[in-house]
């Protein structure tokens, strides 16, 4: 007690100064607190800081979650040599590069990627367009990291997609687009359990 209140005394000397040119030891006198005057200064902080009735803690609705998410730097980008644009518009949003590896993907391992899209017309030509060039595959960390990458990237066509975003800045088509996300955390999981091991993953 007799160290805290001390200490208390020696705060106010030190943040008191001494605007009149007054000794340092007479201001400290001077404005002593009251014994133990550091136990009420102490709760009327943390009464201003958590009114009566609210929350200490954020609920779980209003928390941001720190999340993972896959990502694919595509073909048509790497063609153009657009990597680092791409990378800085991905850390400008926030998010963290937590994991890369530059590859050409195999058949197989684009068929197996894009296997919900199995039925799709398109299915055919983009195995095809995955497996004709270098691609960058990435884990991203962030807040709601999941959603956040979808808005960064933006519509899966070009043409609909927001300014600023990586595929109106850089996509040539809505094949050629430059970038892949997943669209839910448990494809994430899933598409990173494809391409990474979780020691390859640094957070
Ligand atoms: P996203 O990549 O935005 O999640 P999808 O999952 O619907 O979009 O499609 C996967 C990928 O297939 C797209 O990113 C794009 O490369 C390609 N694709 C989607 N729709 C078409 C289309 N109509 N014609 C050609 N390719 C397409
Ligand atoms: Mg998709």
């Known amino acids: 007690m007799a160290i805290a209140a001390g200490g208390v005394r020696l705060l106010v000397f030190c943040a008191a100064g001494t ?16 014994k133990a005057g550091w136990r009420a200064a102490a709760a009327r902080l943390y009464t201003a800081a958590f009114p009566r009735g609210t929350s200490r803690v954020p609920e779980p609705s209003t928390r941001a979650m720190t999340e993972r998410t896959f990502s694919i730097i595509k073909p048509d980008a790497t063609a153009r040599n657009l990597t680092g644009k791409i990378n800085a518009v991905i ?8 994991a ?11 068929e197996k990627f894009y296997e919900v899209h199995k039925e799709r017309p ?38 609909q997609a927001a300014e600023g975003t990586i595929r109106k800045l850089f996509a040539e088509s809505i094949q050629n687009n430059s970038v892949h996300g997943s669209d839910s955390q448990d494809n994430a999981k899933l598409e990173i359990a494809q391409f990474f091991k979780d020691e390859d993953i640094a957070g």
């Open 19 to 34: 605007p009149d040119g007054a000794p340092h030891s007479i201001v400290a006198r001077e404005r002593k607190p009251a």
């Open 91 to 98: 850390e400008d949003a926030g998010l963290r590069i937590v």
């Open 100 to 110: 890369q590896r530059r590859i050409k993907m195999s058949r197989q391992q684009a």
């Open 122 to 159: 398109f299915y055919g030509e983009l195995v095809e367009y995955m497996t004709s060039g270098p691609v960058v595959v990435q884990v991203l960390e962030g807040d709601n990291a999941v959603a956040k990458y979808r808005e960064v990237m933006g519509a899966t066509n070009p043409a």
